[in-house]
Each structure stands twice: as C-alpha cells, then as structure tokens.
C-alpha cells in the first residue's frame, strides 16, 4: 500500500509559525510521525510540501495509479481552492484532509472547507498527532475496516 502525504502552504514555517496555535513541532516531525506511522502499518508514505497551489494540484493529479491514497493538509487552500478539490475528485482516491488546529474554534472563514466534500474523513485539532491519526484511518479505509 503507498500512500502520498500532501502539506499546502506556510506548514514549511511549522515550529516557528504561530507556536500557540501550530505547537513547535516541525514539518520533518510531522513527515517522520506520519511515516513511522504508515510503515508500523505495513504501507510506504511519500511526502511532498508547497506553498504553491498549482503543484499541488500537478502532484495530485500525478497520484492516479501511483499511490492508493491521500493525506492532506491543504492549509489556507481549505478554505480558497476549487482547483484542489477538482484535483481531489479527478484523482478517485480517498483523501483524508488534515488540519492541526480545530478551524472550527478560528475564524469564521476557516469553517468551510472546499475540499472536504471530496475525502473520506477530516480530521482536525489534534496538533501532531493528527498525522499520525490521519494515516491510521486511512489505510483502516483502504483495508475496508472503516466502513
């Protein structure tokens, strides 16, 4: 089983970036969390960052027929891109969206997600562990064991 974790923009800044709201934990953490996670699992984990909208649109649409399905945290593109959740779609692999913070509890433009609609799940609020988490339910939905 391969999977591909996706991280949208600023979440390069991790352990830096509003440490109150994103914990001091790097992306190398949340990348090494993830992919310990996935291998404990019995699956592969590929790791791609940007803070550009169009390459990650290109990488998921690279996925079909590469990878078995999706971990993202499309960050501020949540809440801005149909040209992400198209990608989602197209793609016809089960995404996971993943936020550090509950967007719920922030401001009110940070409550709707384009991209949801088109994941199996959203997992939001658990800081680091979320990572981990995310992988979890994953492959527990490739498996069949989430249905």
């Known amino acids: 089983m ?21 914990g001091r934990f790097t992306l190398a953490d949340a990348e090494a969390l993830a992919r310990a996670t996935a291998e404990r699992l019995g699956a592969t984990l590929d790791c791609f960052q940007s803070d550009v909208e169009g390459e990650l649109v290109a990488k998921i649409g690279a996925a079909r027929g590469v990878y078995d399905g999706l971990v993202i945290n499309p960050a501020a593109y949540t809440h801005t891109s149909v040209a992400l959740r198209d990608a989602i779609a197209a793609s016809e692999l089960p995404a996971v969206e993943l936020h ?4 719920h509890k922030r401001e009110a433009f940070r409550h709707v997600s384009y991209t949801a ?28 064991a989430a249905r």
């Open 2 to 22: 391969k999977l591909l974790l996706l991280n949208g923009p600023n979440l390069r800044l991790l352990g830096t970036r509003e440490p109150d709201i994103y």
């Open 100 to 103: 550090i913070s509950n967007t």
């Open 117 to 144: 609609p088109v994941c199996v799940a959203q997992l939001m609020g658990f800081g680091l562990t979320g990572y981990a988490l995310a992988v979890e339910g994953l492959v527990a939905h490739l498996r069949g």
